[in-house]
Nanobody, 114 residues
């Protein structure tokens, strides 16, 4: 079973930037990868996805501010977050889907101060 480990979270001021990384213990070559986030008291929401072919999709709330990318050679997925807002505060989770086999990371906290 592939494991996912997120890193790069932290505290940042509004307008700042952070880059999250998700390192997989195995190959992600054929996998769809995604980032989700969950704010306190709210459901877990999809932030961005990237297919094995590199096609990306974004939630409307992060479009034009966040960029998802992948490095298959390093088995790592990234989420570049620019122009951060207080409402981006959440635990961010990495997610892998390979032919219905789904794996979650443990999450990394992102806090944006106003």
């Amino acid at each position: 079973q592939v494991q996912l480990v997120e890193s790069g979270g932290g505290l940042v001021q509004a307008g700042g930037r952070l880059t999250l990384a998700c390192a997989a213990s195995g190959s992600i070559f054929s996998s769809t990868m995604a980032w989700y986030r969950q704010a306190p008291g709210k459901q877990r929401d999809l932030v961005a996805t990237i297919t094995s072919r590199g096609r990306t999709t974004y939630a409307d709330s992060v479009k034009d501010r966040f960029t998802i990318s992948r490095n298959n050679a390093k088995n790592t997925v990234y989420l570049q977050m620019n122009s951060l807002k207080p409402e981006d505060t959440a635990v961010y989770y990495c997610y892998r889907d390979l032919l219905g086999s789904r794996v979650w990371g443990q999450g990394t906290q992102v806090t944006v101060s106003s």
